[in-house]
């Protein structure tokens, strides 16, 4: 069973475009991320959600929404894309509490590129 | 959240243990160590973490100095699955959410 999923895996689209991808994870995690990771590699938070509730926002421009509707759920909305936006989306699940670390499950990633 | 630095790129031959270096001199008391790896372009795949004391899974050592300002990594026995992109973090836990920061990390070639 894949922990952590997106949709689409793929997603070519032209500049000016709105588009959303999705993620979803079955263990039961209660906190989610969104990361970017651009054409040189660097991997970056963009935002987290713990029980619906977002946690860290990154300076993500607006034109980014993360949408949560449950805990499984954490989907991601950009609007008016530019070619800048063009990176690996990765999304992430996590269980924590208390004190102590608890490994992040990433998903396959999701392949945007703006033309 | 501490700076880490890794060399830009390690090589091993298979079957050979894999050590890679990580310096964190600026690490606070309450910081752990983790390494997470990139094989190609999938997600980053969690390998083991510390704070103090050597740690063992079934993946990797984590070897921690005594004044905890470096780490080593080791894979006993690296296989040409191995072959990724590997990232030292060093982070507190700060409540709800863990925000990990990924550097440059090594890229290991693991070679026949």
């Known amino acids: 069973d894949t922990a952590v999923s997106q949709t689409p895996k793929y997603l070519v689209t032209q500049m000016g475009n709105d588009k959303s991808i999705k993620c979803e994870q079955n263990?039961?995690?209660?906190?989610m991320y969104w990361y970017k990771q651009d054409s040189k590699k660097f991997l970056k938070i963009m935002f987290s959600?713990?029980?619906?509730?977002l946690i860290i926002n990154e300076t993500v421009p607006n034109r980014f929404s993360p949408k949560s509707p449950d805990k499984a759920h954490l989907n991601l909305h950009i609007n008016s894309l530019e070619l800048g936006d063009s990176a690996v989306y990765f999304c992430?699940?996590?269980?924590?509490w208390g004190q102590g670390f608890y490994e992040q499950y990433f998903g396959p990633g999701t392949r945007l590129t703006v033309t | 959240d501490a700076k880490t630095t890794q060399p830009p790129s390690m090589d091993c031959a298979e079957g050979r243990a894999a050590n890679l270096p990580c310096n964190h001199s600026?690490?606070?008391?309450?910081?752990?160590v983790y390494w997470y790896r990139q094989i190609h372009s999938q997600g980053p795949q969690y390998i083991i973490h510390?704070?103090?004391n050597n740690e063992t899974n079934e993946m990797a050592s984590l070897i921690i100095t005594e004044d905890r300002k470096s780490s080593t990594l080791i894979l006993p026995h690296a296989t040409l699955r191995d072959t990724a992109v590997y990232y030292c973090?060093?982070?507190?836990?700060?409540?709800?959410?863990?925000?990990?920061?990924f550097g440059t990390g090594t890229r290991l070639q693991v070679t026949l």
């Open positions: 992430a699940s996590s269980q924590e």
């Open positions: 600026t690490i606070s008391g309450n910081e752990y």
């Open positions: 510390g704070l103090k």
């Open positions: 973090i060093v982070r507190a836990f700060t409540g709800t959410a863990s925000k990990l920061t």
């Open positions: 263990l039961g995690h209660d906190t």
């Open positions: 959600y713990n029980n619906k509730e």
